[in-house]
């Protein structure tokens, strides 16, 4: 009796550890396991502002057709943009989104784009995301690829879908909704 006690109370406390050692992860980031496979979701918003004293997309070139051209083509735009758990712009930050977008469709408006989402809390802290490829703005949702990553996203590959929260033509303010499904290093490794 009394080592049953004890080997459950082992059981227990090894329990406890367990859940000490792994914090639960926060609203953003989920763990969804399909088969035998291990996907990290993650849900965030992306807040492009263009104007005004706290602007994080910046114009940093133009090409000889880009002011007549109808899609822009040429301009280059440099973003570092503020992205949270809530839609909210105040809300806590998680992350930035950093990289460049290219005006590189001559008949629609879309963007050759670049990103890196430096995750800055959580238990993803340091870790880098990345995720490039075609981005058609006049698309109610997107997909883009994401291409690697660095940290706990190592030989990061999934993909990103990207919808329209929110746009202010006249503050030149605009909130994406992203949804991103990856598989990384460390769905691979038996842990
Ligand atoms: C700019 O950001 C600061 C600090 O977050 C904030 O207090 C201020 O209201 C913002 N200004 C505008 C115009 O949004
Ligand atoms: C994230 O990491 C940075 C540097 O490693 C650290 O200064 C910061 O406090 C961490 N933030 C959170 C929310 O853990």
């Known amino acids: 009796m009394k080592k049953l006690t004890t080997s459950l109370m082992l059981t227990i406390s090894y329990l406890l550890l367990l859940t000490a050692a792994t914090p639960a992860p ?12 291990k996907i990290t979701k993650l849900h965030f918003y992306v807040h492009n502002l263009e104007l005004g004293p706290n602007a994080t997309v910046y114009r940093v070139a133009t090409a000889s057709i880009t002011s007549t051209s109808p899609t822009s083509f040429g301009q280059v735009n440099v973003f570092d943009d503020r992205v949270t758990a809530e839609p909210d712009i105040k809300s806590e930050q998680v992350a930035r ?28 802290n340091g870790s880098t995301l990345v995720i490039a490829g075609r981005n058609p703005l006049l698309e109610p949702t997107r997909e883009l690829p994401v291409i690697g990553g660095t940290g706990a996203f190592r030989l990061a590959r999934g993909y990103a879908v990207v ?29």
């Open 26 to 37: 926060g609203p953003w980031v989920q763990t969804l396991t399909k088969g035998n496979k």
């Open 163 to 191: 919808g329209i929260y929110l746009y202010d033509k006249a503050a030149r303010y605009s909130v994406l909704e992203y949804t991103v499904y990856v598989i990384s290093r460390r769905h691979m490794l038996c842990v």
């Open 97 to 124: 989104a950093q990289g460049t977008s290219a005006y590189a469709d001559l008949q629609a408006g879309a963007i050759a784009m670049t990103a890196n989402f430096y995750i800055t809390s959580g238990e993803f």
